[in-house]
C-alpha cells in the first residue's frame, strides 16, 4: 500500500501536468528515482526534496509530511 506522504508527490506532479520524466529532467534525477519515491521504495535526500518542492510549488510539508502539527 502507498504511503500517503508519497501520493502528495505524484498529485503534485499531476496538477502541474507533469510527467515523471519532466520532473525528473528539471530536479537532476531518473524517472526511475521519481516512480521509486512515489510508490514508497525511495527516500530521498532532504536536497532532493527541497528541488521537488520548488519544481512542485510546494512546501517541504505539504509534500513530505502528514500534516500533523503541534497545536
Do not use: H
Not at 520524466?21 to 532532504?46: C, F, K, M
Not at 521537488?52 to 503541534?70: E, H, N, P, R
Amino acid at each position: 500500500m502507498k504511503k500517503p506522504e508519497r501520493m502528495k508527490l505524484k498529485l503534485a506532479r499531476i496538477e502541474k501536468n507533469l510527467s515523471q520524466q519532466e520532473l525528473a529532467d528539471r530536479v537532476g534525477v531518473t524517472r526511475q528515482t521519481i516512480g521509486l519515491i512515489e510508490i514508497g521504495n525511495y527516500n530521498p535526500s532532504l536536497n532532493l526534496c527541497i528541488k521537488l518542492s520548488k519544481a512542485l510549488g510546494k512546501t517541504l510539508d505539504s509534500l513530505f509530511w502528514d500534516g500533523v502539527t503541534d497545536e
